[in-house]
């Protein structure tokens, strides 16, 4: 459920389509997206052995690479096909909708910087988005919601926040997320106990060394301490930091505001143990049981 929600919320931005839900026109197109997007994740995950021995590539041991080949090339022909369904679009006048998709900007860019702007970095821009926009905050509302469930004592104070600050006559949107700091904190231990992406570790030289002939001995400004930084600092740091915590607020608020939820065995604990992979998923998959609140029942009838 939470990867289906951050994938639609992404494809709405890129290319204006929705893949998962109610009115979803071409179910072939959304079903090759889901395989593509399956073994994106699946085989970013993989490694290959002949990295480390390769010798092995002359024997023989190349299925990994060959898969890999095959998926760039069929999400490249995916991609590429929304682009030019775009591109004729616009060459027709069709345009409806004001607000302009990723690919219109692009292609917009394309036009007046065309040797930069070719349709190979508008297909690598839009899987950055996709691939570090969707399984990231998926898997920080999963664990976050696992937590909760582990903890109802603090699921009970985020509802009462929820309820004082939003109330039960409407949902909450993106306005309100400045002014419920106990979801916000919520969000951040999660981000501190699970990172979306366990590799951004703090380093530095032990010793003064040479970069390019440069004598590295002091590192500048002020560091922030124990300041928690999920998303890094600098210039490596994630650019999409601030949708992030966007989507992961305004999905998790929603569901704590509209739902009470409970472990499916009250006696057992949500396992909390992690899984493989690029995000560092959930070994086993979030369930829970869900009903609506009595006070947000007329609300969510209206929907």
């Known amino acids: 459920m939470f990867f289906e929600l951050n994938l639609n919320v992404m494809m709405r931005m890129i ?6 839900g109610d009115n979803v026109t071409d179910a072939e197109e959304a079903r090759m997206f ?3 997007v399956r073994d994106t994740f699946r085989l970013g995950a993989a490694t290959s052995i002949s990295d480390f021995l390769p010798l092995l590539r002359w024997v023989g041991s190349r299925g990994y690479e060959k898969k890999l080949i095959e998926l760039h090339k069929s999400r490249d022909g995916f991609m590429q096909k929304l682009i030019d369904e775009h591109k004729a679009r616009a060459n027709r006048g069709s345009q409806q909708d004001k607000r302009k998709t990723m690919i219109e900007v692009l292609l917009g860019l394309q036009e007046s910087e065309p040797d930069y ?4 970095i508008v297909r690598g821009m839009m899987v950055v988005l996709l691939a570090g926009g969707t399984d990231t905050s998926a898997g920080t509302m999963e664990w976050a919601m696992s937590l909760l469930l582990n903890h109802p004592e603090v699921l ?3 509802q009462m926040e929820l309820d004082d600050c939003v109330g039960t006559d409407r949902l909450m949107d993106e306005s309100d997320l400045a002014r419920l700091p ?6 951040t231990e999660t981000l ?3 990172p979306a992406g366990p590799l951004l570790m703090p380093h530095e030289s032990s010793d003064t060394c040479l970069v390019g002939g440069f004598a590295y001995q002091e590192v500048e400004g002020v560091r922030d301490g124990f300041k928690l930084m999920p998303f890094g600092s600098g210039r490596r740091s994630c650019p999409g930091e601030r949708l992030a915590m966007q ?3 305004l999905g998790l608020g929603s569901l704590i505001q509209c739902f009470d939820w409970e472990r499916v065995r009250e006696d057992e604990l949500v396992d909390m143990t992690e899984g493989i992979g690029l995000t560092m998923p959930k070994a086993h998959p979030l369930q829970a049981k869900c009903r609506a609140r009595s006070s947000m029942v007329k609300i969510l009838s209206q929907i």
């Not at 106990?182 to 969000?187: E, I, P, R």
């Open 117 to 120: 702007y070719t349709d190979e």
């Open 15 to 20: 290319a204006g389509k929705r893949y998962y």
């Open 192 to 194: 501190r106990m699970y």
């Open 247 to 249: 989507m992961v607020g």
């Open 182 to 187: 106990y979801l916000h904190s919520v969000v």
């Open 156 to 158: 009970k104070k985020a």
């Open 34 to 36: 889901q395989e593509i």
